[in-house]
């Protein structure tokens, strides 16, 4: 059944008498450092699930996007600002909330370990506290949080396999051995050295750098992604 009426403009409204479910913005964020990939959750100050670990996020307002919304979510809630995100997915099962029907749209960056070390994360708002983890060793998280996680995660194995997606964990110069590093923690495997360098080169979307990382053992040469596997990336949407 539909109700009618008018607005302070004059302009025609339409009311329908049907439930309406709430809207919420949740955030993965990835980052790799130090041989781990890790996200970044906040501990909950409130109920439901007081205490416990979540991604970032909260109900959108009713005069925001829904970008703008998960930008202020994650800027009130982890002191985090400045983050290209991109939509991920929607989650909307009927029992994931205890509090009703909350439909979720899910946000989704990567950042460097350089940008990731720029941003002082902190609890904020509802959020009691704020802080990276291994995606490996998580504690139990709110709501139906750990499924959208492993849904991101899953997502990132995928687009790694056969794109230059994994410039956005990197610094801009690093050496074959940190590269596979990277794609060994993310696809949870390891890989055979011979056979991952000689793929990567034939893909054509690294370069070198023309220099060299200093260690333990002999020089490693550095490289970086071609200008045009960056620009192909950035063009098409992270997670079609």
Same mark, same amino acid.
């Given at each position: &059944? &539909?109700?009618?009426?008018?607005?302070?403009?004059?302009? =025609? =409204?339409?009311?329908?008498?049907?439930?309406?479910?709430?809207?919420?913005?949740?955030?993965?964020? *990835?980052?790799? %450092?130090?041989?781990?990939?890790?996200?970044?959750?906040?501990?909950?100050?409130?109920?439901?699930?007081?205490?416990? #670990?979540?991604?970032?996020?909260?109900?959108?307002?009713m005069d925001e996007s829904l970008e703008a919304a998960a930008q202020r979510e994650l800027l009130e809630e982890t002191g985090v600002r400045d983050v290209y995100l991109e939509q991920l997915y929607t989650f909307g099962d009927p029992q994931?909330?205890? /509090?009703?029907?909350?439909?979720t749209v899910v946000y989704f960056a990567l950042l460097s370990a350089e940008q990731a070390a720029r941003m002082a994360v902190r609890g904020g708002d509802d959020a009691q506290d704020a802080r990276w983890w291994n995606v490996y060793d +998580?504690?139990?998280? !709110?709501?139906?949080?750990?499924?959208? +996680?492993?849904?991101?995660?899953?997502? +990132?194995? #995928?687009?790694?396999? #056969?794109?230059? $997606?994994?410039? $956005? @964990? @990197?610094?801009?110069?690093?050496?074959?051995?940190?590269? =596979?590093?990277?794609?060994?923690?993310?696809?949870?495997?390891?890989?055979?050295?011979? %056979?991952?360098?000689?793929?990567?080169?034939?893909?054509?979307?690294?370069?070198?750098?023309?220099?060299? /990382?200093?260690?333990?053992? /002999?020089?490693?040469?550095?490289?970086?992604?071609?200008?045009?596997?960056?620009?192909?990336?950035? !063009? /098409?949407?992270? *997670?079609?």
């Open positions: &059944m &539909m109700g009618q009426s008018q607005s302070a403009t004059g302009m =025609q =409204q339409y009311t329908y008498a049907h439930p309406r479910p709430s809207v919420t913005v949740d955030v993965v964020l *990835f980052t790799f %450092n130090d041989g781990e990939l890790r996200t970044l959750l906040i501990q909950r100050g409130g109920p439901p699930y007081a205490g416990q #670990w979540a991604l970032p996020g909260g109900f959108v307002r994931r909330d205890p /509090r009703g029907r909350v439909i +998580l504690p139990d998280l !709110a709501f139906d949080h750990r499924s959208i +996680l492993d849904y991101a995660l899953q997502r +990132l194995r #995928w687009k790694l396999e #056969w794109t230059a $997606l994994g410039f $956005l @964990l @990197l610094p801009s110069q690093f050496t074959l051995s940190e590269l =596979q590093s990277v794609y060994e923690t993310v696809l949870k495997e390891a890989l055979d050295k011979r %056979n991952f360098r000689r793929k990567i080169l034939a893909a054509e979307i690294l370069e070198e750098g023309g220099g060299y /990382r200093e260690g333990d053992h /002999r020089p490693a040469k550095l490289y970086h992604f071609t200008a045009k596997a960056i620009e192909l990336e950035q !063009a /098409r949407r992270r *997670f079609p």
